[in-house]
């Protein structure tokens, strides 16, 4: 976490762990790729096209779409540095 601004990382929230348990990848850019999908920065992912994105983490992660993916890594991220996710 960068104490400066509070962002985390996109390698820290999904990280190996989280992309092992729920897709065939090690992390976030290679599964993104997979489908065709390129970005450098989290930040990128608002500019791809929602219900191909949507479409593609529902075959390949088992989530309903981004958000649904980006919440549970959310969690996964406050229990493990936290200690409970209760948002």
Request: charged content about 35%.
């Amino acid at each position: 976490m960068d104490k400066r601004d509070g962002q985390v990382s996109w390698k820290i929230l999904f990280d190996g762990k989280f992309m092992q348990k729920h897709t065939a990848y090690k992390s976030l850019a290679d599964f993104l790729a997979s489908g065709g999908f390129e970005i450098g920065e989290l930040e990128e992912i608002v500019r791809l096209d929602k219900e191909r994105l949507d479409r593609f983490i529902a075959q390949g992660a088992g989530f309903e779409s981004w958000e649904d993916m980006l919440s549970e890594a959310l969690g996964d991220y406050f229990e493990r540095t936290f200690g409970f996710y209760d948002i």
